[in-house]
């Protein structure tokens, strides 16, 4: 289901620019098609959901239900999605965040 659009995607890329493994940051600026950036979205958010496919958490304090998930990922000029991790933060550059909650 395409409308033919295109999304303009501006993200940092690493360049290594000496012998001594020095790297640059360049700015980078990408037009990725709709189609494009859909596909590779529903790709990650298949993956976090079988990463995440649990209805109940059992530990020893008792059981649980995943109710919501919370995370930022960053998004790179080819239209890749990836997860943020622990000490990469939103300060880092530009980020998407996405707020998932179980659908009654």
Same mark, same amino acid.
């Given at each position: 289901m395409s409308n033919g659009g295109?999304?303009?995607v501006v993200?940092?890329?690493e360049e290594v620019t000496t012998? @001594?493994?020095a790297a640059d940051v360049a700015r980078v600026t990408k037009q990725l @098609? =709709? %189609?494009t950036l859909r596909g590779k979205f529903v790709e990650f958010m298949n993956n976090? %959901?079988?990463a995440f496919d649990s209805d109940e958490l059992k530990t020893q304090t008792g059981m649980f239900q995943l109710e919501q998930i919370q995370f @930022? =990922?960053? !998004?790179s000029a080819s239209? %890749?999605?990836k997860l943020l991790g622990t000490g990469v933060g939103v300060g880092a550059g530009a980020a998407l965040s996405?707020? !998932?909650t179980r659908k009654q």
């Amino acid at each position: 289901m395409s409308n033919g659009g295109f999304i303009t995607v501006v993200t940092a890329e690493e360049e290594v620019t000496t012998r @001594s493994g020095a790297a640059d940051v360049a700015r980078v600026t990408k037009q990725l @098609s =709709v %189609d494009t950036l859909r596909g590779k979205f529903v790709e990650f958010m298949n993956n976090m %959901d079988a990463a995440f496919d649990s209805d109940e958490l059992k530990t020893q304090t008792g059981m649980f239900q995943l109710e919501q998930i919370q995370f @930022s =990922v960053e !998004l790179s000029a080819s239209g %890749d999605f990836k997860l943020l991790g622990t000490g990469v933060g939103v300060g880092a550059g530009a980020a998407l965040s996405f707020v !998932l909650t179980r659908k009654q």
